[in-house]
């Protein structure tokens, strides 16, 4: 019984051996070797190549605008304010000359009518004594003080044809008297405002018949549509930048888009900022006095740029060359501009691949 089980037990381990090897032989070659062994990885990388060509850099700026023609109105004499033939008021506008208000003289008005009477009587007695010391001279100081008026300014002083003549006429005291006459009413113009040019009252202080002091700053009268923008380019981008480059600008507050050109360049840096100066001027009536102002104009060209997407950049300032089969070595770049579609770098050479 148990010789019969044992050879049961030895005949079934043949069966098992003998399928094992049935079934190593019959598996493909290299296949167990496979199942063992580790797998192999493989890599892949993205690579770009280098396309050389110039690239113009933009700089973008912005300003205000500003009247060309802009002046305070600051009386250099006190009284009482006399509106003119329109209000003066923030919005009214005035041709040139016309005037803008007056100051009331009070006395002085009175006192400059009273020396222009009394120098005309100076005039008068000395007429007799010039008709006959000088008859010609005197024919031309009777027609001058006939055109004398205590209301009127002073006409034109007549020349004396000799130098006896202006030495009685220095003696009467008669120059001396009119040159005083002469300054007062210079002092008389003073106390009536007039506009400079056609313009528009931008700010009013004052109105109506309000006492006004001198040296106080009443309002502010602004010249018509003509504006200047100031905007300060890098130091490092004002040779780009010369008088008629053009400018592209955009008013902030009304959308307009504006074709500009550059008017005056300064000559110096601003020792705080490093930026120099440029100035545009502009009649648009899409303009108005401080309207905000942004502007692109074109700046240094540079001829050996390239752009390359910006996943290639490593650290900001270099990137990754590709040697052989290796993975690469890194090479410094300047960046010289960052786009939507890139970064723009200079310190490539055509051709080069980069790789990631």
Partial sequence: MIEKRQIIILAITAAVIAGSVGISK????????????????????????????????????SGKAEAVQ???????????????????????????????????????????RAKRTLFHGQILKVLPELAVDFPKAAKRWEQFASAISADKSLPALPKATSERERMVLVAR????????IRGLEDKQDEYTITAPFDGVVTVALSSGRSYLTAGRNVGTFTGNRRFEIALAVPASQISAVAIGSPVNCSVMETGAELKLTVARINTAIDPQTRTVNIYLTTDSPDLFENSFVTAKLNGKTHTDAALIPARFMRDGSSVRIKEGKKGGTAQAVTVIARLDSGVVVTGLAEGTTLTR
């Fill in 70 to 112: 802009s002046m305070e109105l600051t009386p250099t004499v006190a009284g009482t304010m006399i509106p003119g033939t329109k209000p003066f008021r923030a919005g009214t506008r005035f041709k040139a000359g016309e005037i803008l208000f007056r100051i009331d003289e009070g006395t002085f008005g009175f006192d400059l």
């Fill in 26 to 61: 019959a598996m493909k070659p290299g296949e167990e070797k496979k199942r063992g062994g580790k797998p192999e990885l493989q890599v892949t990388r993205e690579e770009f190549t280098v396309k050389v060509k110039p690239f113009t850099e933009t700089i973008s700026l």
């Fill in 173 to 180: 005291e008669l120059y001396s008297t009119y040159w005083t």
